[in-house]
């Protein structure tokens, strides 16, 4: 996962920093604060999904893709090392979250994270630009 990563970046033209959004920091609180206090995963409530967040917090005019990552991020490093472990997406073999964070048309981001009773830590974090399809491989 490391090397395909370190191919992505090595064959990727320069493309310019990737911009701090408020709305998708808000957006990705919104959820990591509901999972924290509901021990939930995923999309799985009703009025959570990303283009209603995003409507509550003021949606953006431009295509948006949101990655979440779950346990093992105790301690002050941990949000850190869990936006590490999703650029390696290690153990997705589709690495679709390296492909989504990598992709050059990624304009804005933002994120959030919160301690969750059933895996540690949820991180939140949304991205929106002129993404590209996802790749199949």
């Known amino acids: 996962a490391v090397q395909e990563a370190i191919q992505l970046l090595e064959a990727q033209h320069p493309v310019p920093p990737v911009l701090w959004s408020g709305q998708l920091s808000a957006s990705a609180r919104e959820l990591a604060e509901h999972e924290a206090g509901s021990g939930t995963v995923g999309h799985q409530d009703v009025g959570l999904d990303l283009s209603a967040r ?4 003021g949606g953006l005019n431009a295509p948006c893709g949101e990655s979440l990552a779950y346990g093992l991020f105790d301690g002050p490093g941990g949000p850190r090392e869990a936006l590490l472990a999703m650029l390696v997406s290690d153990g997705a073999r589709d690495r ?16 959030a994270w919160d301690s969750h009773p059933r895996f540690g830590t949820v991180v939140v974090l949304d991205v929106a630009g002129r993404l590209r399809a996802p790749s199949s491989r």
């Open 54 to 57: 995003l409507g509550r917090h």
């Open 96 to 111: 679709r979250t390296l492909r989504l964070l990598f992709d050059p048309g990624v304009r804005v981001a933002g994120a």
